[in-house]
């Protein structure tokens, strides 16, 4: 068996032994998981929570509150695309302000939207 094959079996068994233990990015958007905590950590903390707790919540927009982000259908899980949470943050229109949330980000939105918005990470053994 070729050295490089050998190295490749390792690196794969390795990558699946941390697969649901990995907190932080970078994250593979082709082969991982995203859940709320990600989201929240990369996107909503540094880009939006300022303007919209509980206490700020400009254009009536909690975004700590997932459940009300969905009855208020800011987002539709399964549907980025009708979600105008997303859109907005596609298009550069939310955060307002010069700092825009960075392409990568924005694809790890889309994703987890498209995933139904999964509030845990997966159990051992189940896929995303
Ligand atoms: C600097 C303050 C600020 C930040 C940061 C910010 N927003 Fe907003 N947002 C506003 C204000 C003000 C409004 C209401 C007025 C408006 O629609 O422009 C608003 C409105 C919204 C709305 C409702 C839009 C509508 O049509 O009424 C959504 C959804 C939203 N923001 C999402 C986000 C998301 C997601 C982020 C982070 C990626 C974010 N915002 C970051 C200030 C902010």
């Not at 697969?19 to 540094?46: N, V």
Request: aromatic share 6%; net charge negative.
């Amino acid at each position: 068996m070729g050295r490089n094959l050998l190295m490749g079996m390792l690196a794969f068994v390795l990558s699946s032994c941390n697969y649901h233990e990995r907190i932080g990015p970078p994250l593979d958007l082709g082969t991982e998981g995203i859940w709320y905590k990600t989201i929240s950590e990369e996107i909503f903390g540094p880009h939006c929570v300022q303007c919209h707790n509980a206490e700020k919540a400009k254009g009536g927009v909690v975004i700590t509150n997932v459940q009300e982000l969905i009855d208020n259908s800011w987002i539709v899980p399964g549907d980025p695309d009708n979600s105008q949470l997303y859109t907005l943050v596609k298009d550069g229109d939310m955060p307002l302000g010069p700092t825009k949330v960075p392409a990568e980000q924005v694809e790890m939105l889309r994703k987890w939207i498209e995933n139904g918005m999964p509030m845990t990470a997966p159990a051992k053994g189940q896929t995303p």
